[in-house]
């Protein structure tokens, strides 16, 4: 059997160096650096071709609906209803340049990526130093980094000093990461614990390294996730299918009704031109051509309201999306915490203090707090500066008193909790004058520094992880005094160590010493022996305040969160129990053990997994295909361009406006400006509301067209004269449809839209008894409009024009009482009818165009109607009320008899 060729983190940097064939003196020479550019081609991220854009845009003609609209155009083109025709053409026009912009955009989320790998960088060729272009970067190259630096490569570090490497966009890390050169044996380590290797697109916090590139362009760990992005096609949303689902059992019922009419009339001796023309037109009003057009408006609608609420939404069917979903996974670091570190505990002279009720008569009281905080100010090479600064590495915020911190995340929440206190960290610097400096490295665990104090004392200054630093501790601070340490005081404190730990703090241990004068020690070791345990300071990168009462909302709404980190698995337990996420019972999951399962046995057991830490990228995209594959409708929050592949696969991607990467927010579908997780609470609020105001216009128009179906249907059948003209037929499909059932496209949403339980992303539109609804009222609008139409018709034979003017009165004012009616799951009596003020207006508007074209002498003829008198009216309105009257007397007698909506925990 072939031994598996140990990858470059387990390998020495000799065995590196002669896998790659390369000398880190040197580097490689020119000609063999070019020779190998031919060979791996140049570093950048490749990008599968595209589709011509006017292929794009002549794609968009494909959907079945927009094929519907065609069809709709040619028929009214035929009836010389020109004006009609263009407006469909111009609504065929509109969705489609739409959906070539959304098409356009979704595809230029590789260009972002391209943005955060680095242009150029330092190299070793033929061992002289020179920057060269990122792209010609090869395997084998010597590159060198330094602070400020972009990895433009992935590399094997051979050498560091005092390096800290940003990983969070790649691998959730929330604090930068200790680089060394030591080989590490384990060859399934997740990314973030692989600390002699340095990623492209990640960035270099402090210190110094030499590498060797072992990856470039695809190959790289980036370019994965770029893989990981190609492959991810766009799919239709529930909205999208649901109307083309819609459109195709649409067409199929109206073309076989009018068909019937057409037919029946003709039996029945009206001549063939006459019911071609009125089938035509039953036809071109039967098929709600408008819809497509109402639904944009209204999502657009939707989209503008969003925006007041601080989400911004990318594609117009992204917010009824959300509405449906039932997971929602969220990225932990700036999603669920602020991506902040800051001091939350402190512990010195025997007891423990939480930060916030530390002030700064605290420190006058406590003199081991002063101590504390000064060892903390010392050993510590980050800067804070007051006011704004865009090029500062953390801007100010709220928390932070309005101090911006350049450098280490950890060094700067130190010099913040000096601030509290009263502390001003540069201040107290200039009172000290440093000597020496020993650098953090992983193997000790611990930085320090010499410095000299004011009156000229010369003092050892430490921090590092308290079991190794209380090993070198032979006292302890208590009172601002020096007091023996004994081993049982040292168990006590790795107590209060694990106890803090286990609340998701990483812990520091502080501790000094007052050398001799005359003394200095010559290296790390000497130094750092014999010293005082000051204290402990315990950080975190907190949760958002808001975020536990959105969770809260959104397991009344019957929606589960789940955490999706690249962080350690204690931390995420802890934050996810702080945050309510993870129930008794509850499972967590590392992304060592989801490496460990099939997709299968993945989907099996993950609805009991809220937790999912430590995990790489192509992890978060097992996770959410398993969910999906299980009938969830998935919604994918993520800030790092690790997130990017799974925001773009899942059913609704959710990007960071604030803290993330420009790659991210192009795979979205919805952008949170204020990085609130509370925002996505209130967009599916907002979806569902949207999603119940689209079922209740597409209830309004098909009850609509159904019931001018009916009334031309029962006519035939009953061998009567034509109850309504071909002008009729397409007046009301222009009129009455439109305003009104745009005005329901604004309607508020019912009070228990957050109360339900998310509905199920497969149902059909029609389901909850909206099909059967949509037959019984048009089948009743129709009935009562042939009544009124026949006993018109009977009081007097020979004016057929007034029998017909009155069944046109009658459908439209059917109609427009109908659409209150809309508005209501049971009744029309449920909710006050006069709330939605755009929908009264409607009604008003449309009700006064009926007048107009029934009692303004010129258009009478144009219409072929006549002017109707009080008793006609009152035989109008009778008959129109009817079918809501009748048809909403069970919703009625069962208001207040239903129990509220519960919705089970998940």
Known sequence: MVKKEMLPHQQTTAEV??????????????????????????????????????????????????????????????????????????????????????EYRAEHSLQALREMTAPECRVMRDGQVRKIQARHLVPGDIVLLEGGDRVPADVRLAKTENMYVEEAALTGESMPVAKFADPLPEADLPLGDRQNMAFMGTSVVQGKGVGIVVATGMATEMGKIAHLMQAEGEELTPLQQRLAHLGKVLVVACLLLTAMVVVMGMWNGHGLYEMILAGISLAVAAIPEGLPAIVTVVLALGVQRMIKRQAIVRKLPAVETLGTATVICSDKTGTLTQNRMTVTNLWFDGKTMEMKDVTQNSAKEFRSLHWLMQVGCLCNNARVAAGMDGKRKAAADESSGGWTV?????????????????????????????IKEFPFDPVRKMMSVVAADASGNVWVLA???????????????????????????????????????RQALRNLGFACRRLAPGVMPKDANEAEKGLCFVGLMGMMDPPRPEVKEAIARCRQ??????????????????????????????????????????????????????????????????????LQAQGEVVAMTGDGVNDAPAVKAADIGIAMGKSGTDVTKEA?????????????????????????????FI?????????????????????????????????????????????????TSAENVMRRPPRDGRESIFARGLGWKIISRGLLIGIVTVAAFWLTLTNNPADLTRAQTVAFATLVMAQLIHVFDCRCERSVFERNPFENRWLVMAVALSTAMLLAVMYVPWLQPVFHTTALSLRDWALVLVAAAVPTIVAGIPGTLSLGRTAPTKVAPR
């Open 406 to 434: 350049e450098g280490d995340p950890t060094e700067g929440a130190l010099l913040l909790a000096a601030l509290q206190i009263g502390i001003i960290p540069e201040k107290l610097r200039g009172q000290w004058r440093r």
């Open 699 to 747: 209830r309004y128009i098909l009850a609509s067209n159904v019931g001018e179906i009916f009334t031309m249907f029962i006519a035939m059948l009953l061998a009567m004269p034509m109850p309504l003209l071909p002008i009729h037929i397409l007046w009301i499909n222009l009129v009455t449809d439109g305003l009104p059932a745009m005005a329901l496209g604004l309607d």
């Open 463 to 501: 921090k590092g992880a308290p079991d190794v630093l209380l090993e070198r501790c032979t006292r302890i601070m208590s009172g601002g005094r020096e007091l023996g340490l004994d081993n049982l005081q040292k168990k006590r404190i790795l107590a209060v160590n694990d106890e803090l730990a």
């Open 17 to 102: 160096l002669r896998r790659f064939a390369s000398r880190l003196e040197t580097g490689l020479g020119w000609r063999e650096a070019e020779r190998r550019l031919a060979q791996y081609g140049a570093n950048v991220l490749t990008e599968k071709k595209r589709a011509h854009p006017f292929f794009l845009f002549v794609g968009q003609f494909r959907d079945f609906m927009v094929i519907v609209l065609l069809v709709a155009t040619v028929l009214s083109a035929l009836l010389g209803e020109y004006t009609d025709a263009l407006t469909i053409v111009a609504i065929v026009l509109l969705n489609a340049v739409l959906g070539f912009i959304q």
């Open 557 to 626: 709404a019957g929606i589960k969160t789940v955490m999706i980190t690249g962080d350690h698995q204690t931390t995420a337990e802890a934050i996810a129990r702080q945050l309510g996420i993870l129930p008794p019972g509850g499972q967590v999951l590392t992304g060592t053990q989801l490496a460990k399962m099939g997709q299968g046995e993945l989907t099996r057991n993950i609805s009991n997994v809220y937790v999912y830490a430590r995990v790489a990228p192509e992890h978060k995209l097992r996770i959410v295909k398993a």
């Open 668 to 696: 979205a579908s919805l952008v949170l400006a204020d990085d609130n997780f509370r925002t996505i609470v209130a967009a599916v609020e907002e979806g569902r509301g949207i999603y119940e105001n689209i079922r209740k």
